[in-house]
């Protein structure tokens, strides 16, 4: 089985404002941590493949359309615009989104037709924290929810799983999936602490659990266990597993308050594919992850772990 990974140049261009403040942790230089852990890879393990544009129709899969053209009409050709207090948008972002949504479309077209069966997008902004209508923490379009929602619609799939591991609850994707019958949407996150959500969950098919500050290892797999997320996914029985794959819960890591290590990543990944059966297809996305050295250790150890199971 061949690791399918897609990236495109236009998601390294995307900068967000420099006045926002001096050294913003979502930068182009994550792509090459990213790159670096691609080229740990055993050679011949994995498949690159260029990420399409999304149409601005698919976009429209999981956000208001109202919204959706607002943020096409006013994309910057020049300079920045800011659209939150955090994110903003250069004149490389528009295409980057269409790149990030559409290489998350083709992974899950990809996967599901088969034969390759598991696939990474290798893209930026991330996109977790944006709503049906508002864009927040880095992110302008909810790339994980497009994905899954295009496997409902264009394949006709009933259940979806998206795990969620990024250090800040996927507060964006909850609010959009809250209450959806196709999606059972598992988030672990440090709480309290940015955005200050997910406690209470929104309906059922939200499945939190919460992480206390300076969590290690063996603290953070004590709270998945007790949240039940393994039983809750074996249950659900997905027919596509998305992972909204952040890494800034790891210990060096500046945007968290996590201890976790490279190892951590692996064992959450691999249980999670135990959990819903190996013959599952899997599509991860890029969420956070801000020390460069961590992200790449932490998502080699995904990516290996996602291929072997």
Excluded at 20 to 42: N, S, T, Y
Excluded at 155 to 162: C, K
Excluded at 187 to 201: A, L, M, T
Excluded at 221 to 245: K, M, N, V, Y
Aim: aromatic share 8%.
């Amino acid at each position: 089985m061949t690791l399918l990974i897609y990236s495109h140049p236009a998601c390294r261009l995307h900068e967000n404002a420099p006045d926002v403040f001096a050294g913003h942790p979502e930068r182009p230089e994550r792509l090459d941590a990213v790159e670096d852990a691609i080229g740990r890879l055993p050679a011949g393990g994995y498949r690159r493949i260029e990420a399409p544009a999304a149409k601005q129709a698919d976009f429209e899969l999981a956000h208001d359309a109202r919204y959706v053209q607002a943020i096409f009409d006013q994309a910057p050709e020049e300079d920045f615009l800011r659209v939150d207090g955090d994110t903003a948008m250069n004149r490389h972002t528009l295409e980057a989104t269409r790149r990030a949504v559409g290489g998350a479309m083709a992974a899950v077209d990809a996967v599901l037709d088969g034969p390759d069966r598991r696939a990474f997008c290798a893209t930026r902004p991330p996109g977790h924290h944006a709503s049906s209508c508002q864009p927040a923490g880095f992110c302008i379009f909810n790339n994980i929810v497009i994905a899954a929602y295009h496997a409902v619609r264009r394949h006709g799939i009933d259940r979806v799983a998206i795990v969620d591991f990024d250090v800040h609850h996927g507060d964006g994707t909850e609010n959009i999936v809250a209450g959806s019958a196709p999606i059972l949407f598992c988030s672990s996150f440090q709480h309290p602490f940015y955005p200050y959500s997910g406690i209470p969950p929104l309906a059922d098919n939200c499945l939190p659990a919460p992480i206390k500050n300076l969590s290690d290892g063996a603290a953070y797999r004590q709270a998945i266990d007790e949240a039940g997320w393994f039983d809750r996914l074996a249950a659900f029985r997905p027919q596509l597993l998305l992972f909204s794959a952040g890494f800034d819960a790891h210990k060096d890591d500046p945007l968290g308050g996590l201890i976790l290590e490279a190892g951590d990543f692996a064992w959450i990944t691999r249980e999670t594919i135990k959990a819903v059966g190996s013959d599952v297809p899997v599509v991860s996305l890029l969420e956070g992850g801000y020390e460069l050295k961590g992200l790449e250790d932490s998502l080699l150890a995904h990516l290996e772990a996602m291929d072997a199971g």
